[in-house]
Antibody, heavy 120, light 110 residues
Framework: QVQLVESGGSVVQPGGSLRLSCAAS????????IHWVRQAPGKGLEWVAF????????YYADSVRGRFTISREDSKNTLHLQMNSLRAEDTAVYHC?????????????WGQGTQVTVSS | QSVLTQPPSASGTPGQRVIISCSGS????????VNWYRQIPGTAPKLLIY???QRPSGVPDRFSGSKSGTSASLAISGLQSEDEADYYC???????????FGGGTKLTVL
């Protein structure tokens, strides 16, 4: 069955860096576009970034562009999110979500998420 | 402030029909398909409706989606207590070049 498992969340100081990973299984990872979506405490869902299959096209929310970098290692069925210059407002649970093959911007499977806390 | 606008809350009694609205603009709902996600607090969201009105396998036909112009709606008929959850609409936005979400609607079954 399709599984997405995030890791790498932690407590980090403002201005610090963190690298999240999302390990995929149960499907042909390289065929799918994958997203990061976050949810701040008590708030709604916020899309963060998207990488298409093949890795050539990447998209970012304005709130993270220039600070976050999405990447993928198809040989390891793994998605990454490198987060630099972290701010308090980046505190959230970060989920990876698979896009549908025929409609990559529609998320058909989600991971449980990893907690990122930015605090001094 | 979310790009897509949803009512923050909705409610109904068991067996009733409830409709949750989602309002956008020409750059998102007006041009692209709408999806609905359901989330029980503390758990991962799940896809409920995709491509405006399609249900993934396993989603009961009590749930239906529709879209007209720059607005969309999710209808839940035969309301059940287990339908209590947060519901989010989402669509790709051509101007922002990203996915935009509604602020979420908390559904309460009275």
């Amino acid at each position: 069955q399709v599984q997405l498992v995030e890791s790498g969340g932690s407590v980090v100081q403002p201005g610090g860096s963190l690298r999240l990973s999302c390990a995929a299984s149960g499907f042909s990872f390289s065929t799918y576009g994958i997203h990061w979506v976050r949810q701040a405490p008590g708030k709604g869902l916020e899309w963060v970034a998207f990488i298409r299959s093949g890795g050539t096209k990447k998209y970012y929310a304005d709130s993270v562009r220039g600070r976050f970098t999405i990447s993928r290692e198809d040989s390891k069925n793994t998605l990454h999110l490198q987060m630099n210059s972290l701010r308090a407002e980046d505190t959230a649970v970060y989920h990876c979500a698979r896009g549908r093959v025929v409609a990559p911007t529609e998320f058909d499977y989600w991971g449980q998420g990893t907690q990122v806390t930015v605090s001094s | 402030q979310s790009v897509l606008t949803q009512p923050p809350s909705a409610s109904g009694t068991p067996g009733q029909r409830v409709i949750i609205s989602c309002s956008g603009s020409s750059s998102n709902i007006g041009t692209n398909t709408v999806n609905w996600y359901r989330q029980i607090p503390g758990t991962a969201p799940k896809l409920l409706i995709y491509s405006n009105n399609q249900r993934p396998s396993g989603v009961p036909d009590r749930f239906s989606g529709s879209k007209s112009g720059t607005s969309a709606s999710l209808a839940i008929s035969g309301l059940q207590s287990e339908d209590e959850a947060d519901y989010y609409c989402a669509a790709w936005d051509d101007s922002l070049n990203g996915v935009v979400f509604g602020g979420g609607t908390k559904l309460t079954v009275l």
